[in-house]
């Protein structure tokens, strides 16, 4: 094992030269050459991951491992700065496993004559989305943070369904207002930085040091929360996932919820509270408001949706209102909860809109009326829309679950009415899921569905992975909060925070 070797730089860079040569290949050599070219890139860049990971040292005392740091535009004090804490770490492990395990689930979704530039898009984002998740120059973030918005515009746009084009550019809008709005504050940030102490930088380590008066600091967490609530998604500043997610691929929108979106709570995480955190703890209030409002009219919206992308999309909205209420409640508890949930999350939504998108595959339709009784023609692609379904209510027995109620119990410490109503919002989700089950896979078989094959080898072979991690982490889940709860705690020390004196005696 070479353990000077740059991890995270080479695991930026191997995909975006993949994408180049995807790119430059001719599609005269054959779909299938091509596809395998990029998923040698992919294990590849997975086997980097793994062999990262086993350097990672669960109780090292400082903040990031696997340090790189090199000069770039010295002049501005930007560097090209990367490495990963246990969330890090996480959200590497979830953009090395779903990008793979999408792509062969959408083996066949398109034209062998478009292979070459989807796949080329897709290696991408796969760099981009790991530079991000690495980053610990907030330069260097934001250029990343805007460059996701390239290759997922034109993987809607260009290989969407029906309206994709304003779906597309609907995102992009969205994307880049929060991106101009982020600018304001980065650059706010570096003048205070120059400011203070003479030295303009983008460090993170240095500019969490700075000391901003509360005013200062109330103003840049608004700027900074709005960017990531936009990418979130929360309440009010939703409306493009669902529009996005009906126009894409089932696999293109996994890459968006599953990956994408994260990106929005894991900013949370990494910058908005440890450089604003008296701010953060000022505000918090606003931020679990959206958050619980988030929770329900995801929900509700979802058991009025007629499109079963769309529904999936209003899921995930409520799913994220979760995620962000665990961040500030301020609770090691509610903090690694939401870690974890943004892994599980993950998972569930591969798990869900993948079998799902091999039903609408094979009937040409995303209505859920038109796929009443799959059950009787596809009973095992039932069984994986069930499990989907399941997963995404966070059945007991998985990951979702141990996320879901770790978010709840630590936000109870704090604000116990809060989790009260959040509880209501699980009893909502029970309704969605099983109301979908129940009008597309019970009844008399549709004309839509009669006729169809059940699923194949491939397509199972695909959700495994998914399947595998979300039973393993469900019975396991201190695998995970190994990696977290140092995060969490070191999350707690950046904003000033204790946990109430309820969740202490408890932990004893």
């Known amino acids: 094992m070479i353990n000077n070797l740059p991890y995270l730089s080479i695991m930026i860079l191997l995909p975006l030269l993949g994408s180049l040569l995807v790119f430059a290949i001719p599609s005269a050599l054959g779909a299938a050459r091509i596809k395998s070219i990029a998923f040698a890139i992919f294990g ?14 669960i109780n090292a005392t400082d903040q990031f491992q696997l340090v790189e740091s090199y000069e770039w535009i010295t002049a501005f004090g930007v560097s090209w700065s990367v490495g990963v804490d246990g969330l890090g770490l996480v959200m590497l492990g979830l953009v090395t496993i779903l990008v793979p395990v999408v792509l062969l689930a959408a083996w066949r979704d398109v034209a062998d004559d478009a292979v070459g530039k989807f796949y080329g898009l897709n290696l991408l984002l796969q760099s981009v989305v790991i530079a991000v998740f690495v980053a610990t120059d907030l330069f260097m973030f934001y250029v990343f943070f805007e460059l996701m918005l390239v290759p997922m515009y034109f993987l809607i746009g260009r290989y969407g369904v029906g309206d994709r084009r304003k779906a597309a550019v609907k995102f992009l809008i969205f994307s880049l207002v929060g991106g ?8 706010s940030l570096w003048v205070q930085s120059l400011r203070i102490t003479e ?3 983008f460090n993170l380590e240095f500019l969490s040091t700075l000391g901003l008066n509360i005013e200062t600091q109330r103003w840049l967490f608004v700027a900074f929360f709005i960017a990531f609530a936009i990418k979130a998604p929360l309440v009010p500043v939703h409306s493009w996932l669902p529009d996005a997610a009906q126009s894409s691929t089932p696999a293109v929108a996994v890459l968006l919820i599953g990956i994408l979106d994260k990106v929005g709570t894991y900013a949370m995480l990494r910058f908005l509270l440890p450089l604003f955190p008296e701010a953060s703890a000022e505000l918090a209030p606003v931020a679990l408001t959206l958050a619980t409002l988030s929770i329900f009219y995801g929900a509700l919206m979802a058991i009025g949706s007629k499109d079963m992308k769309r529904l999936m999309a209003y899921v995930s909205i409520s799913h994220f209102g979760f995620i962000v209420l665990g961040i500030f ?3 090691t508890q509610g903090i690694s909860g939401a870690m ?15 079998a799902v998108g091999y039903l609408m595959q094979r009937t040409g339709s995303s209505e859920i009326s038109d796929h009443a009784g799959a059950f009787q023609i596809t009973p095992l692609l039932a069984g994986l829309i069930l499990f989907g379904g399941l997963s995404s209510v966070a059945l007991p027995g998985l990951a979702s679950f141990i996320a879901e109620f770790t978010v709840l119990l630590g936000t109870f410490a704090r604000y116990p009415i809060l989790a009260g109503f959040a509880t209501l919002g699980i009893v909502v989700a029970a309704v969605y899921a099983l109301w979908l089950y129940q ?7 549709s004309d839509a569905v009669s006729g169809i094959k059940d699923v194949s080898g491939r397509e199972v072979i695909a959700l495994s992975p998914v399947i595998a991690l979300t039973l393993v982490l ?18 707690m020390q950046q904003v000033s925070q204790v946990d109430p004196a309820a969740l202490i005696d408890g932990e004893n």
């Open 340 to 354: 974890f949930y943004m892994f599980s999350h993950g998972l569930s939504t591969a798990a869900l809109f993948l």
């Open 474 to 491: 469900g019975f396991v889940p201190q695998l995970a909060f190994d990696l977290l709860n140092p995060t969490s705690e070191k999350v």
């Open 180 to 187: 101009l709005i982020l600018l304001a504050g980065v650059i």
């Open 439 to 445: 009008r597309t896979m019970t009844g008399h078989p």
């Open 44 to 57: 590849i860049v997975f086997a980097l991951f793994v062999t990262a990971a086993m350097q990672f040292q």
């Open 199 to 201: 030295i303009g930088s």
């Open 329 to 331: 409640a301020f609770t």
